[in-house]
Nanobody, 114 residues
């Protein structure tokens, strides 16, 4: 059973920053890709950013230029740096790891409010 441990959510003011971390219970090299998804109240879960095993990244249009997904292989951790946050970014953020199956973290709340 793969576990994804997330951390770093919380409250931020508009224009502020937060960094999310996700550490899987096995090597990140065993996954084809990892990513971050988010789900706002009453909405479906949508992709935010992904990073492949080869380091290629993809972002949903609304976060391009503000969010950065990265990985630290030595720490076996994937990060989501979120800058210039706005209230529309408020959601539960989920870490995802894909390798034939999809694995999900427990979710971490991000709230952007003045």
């Amino acid at each position: 059973q793969v576990q994804l441990v997330e951390s770093g959510g919380g409250l931020a003011q508009p224009g502020g920053s937060l960094r999310l971390s996700c550490r899987p219970s096995r090597s990140i090299f065993t996954f084809d890709a990892m990513g971050w998804y988010r789900q706002a109240p009453g909405k479906q879960r949508d992709v935010v950013a992904t990073i492949t095993n080869g380091g290629r990244t993809n972002y949903t249009a609304s976060v391009k230029g503000r969010f950065t997904i990265s990985r630290n292989n030595a720490k076996n951790t994937v990060y989501l740096q979120m800058n210039s946050l706005n209230p529309e970014d408020t959601a539960v953020y989920y870490c995802n790891a894909h390798a034939l199956l999809d694995y999900w973290g427990q979710g971490t709340q991000v709230t952007v409010s003045a």
